[in-house]
T-cell receptor, first 111, second 115 residues
Framework: DQQVKQNSPSLSVQEGRISILNCDYT??????FLWYKKYPAEGPTFLIS?????DKNEDGRFTVFLNKSAKHLSLHIVPSQPGDSAVYFC??????????FGPGTRLSVLP | GAGVSQTPSNKVTEKGKYVELRCDPI?????LYWYRQSLGQGPEFLIY????????DSGLPNDRFFAVRPEGSVSTLKIQRTERGDSAVYLC?????????????FGEGSRLTVL
């Protein structure tokens, strides 16, 4: 039973447009959420995080939105660049426990 | 280097053999995690150390899997009597102060193939 879901296995976006990656979770105890990016043959690298006391966190081209009532978060990348092409993982934790990862969404940004 | 180091990067073994995977975390990081990633899936939690002790080993799939961190730095994941289903990329990550305090810093992983 997946606690963190990323229902889109892949997404293609034109360069310069917005990429929106979605994530849903089932455990209401989760209160800290992160997005990781992974290139082939490399470990995941941290991108951005959000605590449950916020509904938005922005860092440059990356913004994460959290809707606690819907148990949903999304990552917006704007403008998308070819170098953003990677697999994106959503992860969640309740403080003091481990991080639970989603299955990932492969983003392809087309030039 | 300054990042999390994992060795070997690739390991091919035969079914039934014993395997050790090593992780050298970022200096000063007290928390260390092992994850396993199979093709097309996200990282799956195995075990988490805070210092020398295993704070949570609930993700270890069975008693063939064991991990140690004797001095609170380097960790070794040990797999006995390997099975083909153990084939995956084993990821190690470290964190300065543990879960909730920030992100995990991952190594590049050790790809294990059991023939």
């Amino acid at each position: 039973d997946q606690q963190v879901k990323q229902n889109s296995p892949s997404l293609s976006v034109q360069e310069g447009r917005i990429s929106i990656l979605n994530c849903d979770y089932t455990n209401s105890m989760f209160d800290y959420f992160l997005w990781y990016k992974k290139y082939p043959a490399e470990g995941p690298t941290f991108l951005i995080s959000i605590s449950s006391i916020k509904d938005k966190n922005e860092d440059g081209r990356f913004t994460v939105f959290l809707n606690k009532s819907a148990k949903h978060l999304s990552l917006h990348i704007v403008p998308s660049q070819p170098g953003d092409s990677a697999v994106y993982f959503c992860a969640a934790s309740d403080y003091g426990q481990n991080f639970v990862f989603g299955p990932g969404t492969r983003l392809s940004v087309l030039p | 280097g300054a990042g999390v180091s994992q060795t070997p990067s690739n390991k091919v073994t035969e079914k039934g053999k014993y395997v050790e995977l090593r992780c050298d975390p970022i200096s000063g990081h007290t928390a260390l995690y092992w994850y396993r990633q199979s093709l097309g899936q996200g990282p799956e939690f195995l075990i988490y150390f805070q210092g020398t002790g295993a704070a949570d080993d609930s993700g270890l799939p069975n008693d063939r899997f064991f991990a140690v961190r004797p001095e609170g730095s380097v960790s070794t994941l040990k797999i006995q009597r390997t099975e083909r289903g153990d084939s995956a990329v084993y990821l190690c990550a470290s964190s300065p102060t543990g879960v909730g305090a920030g992100e995990l810093f991952f190594g590049e992983g050790s790809r294990l193939t059991v023939l």
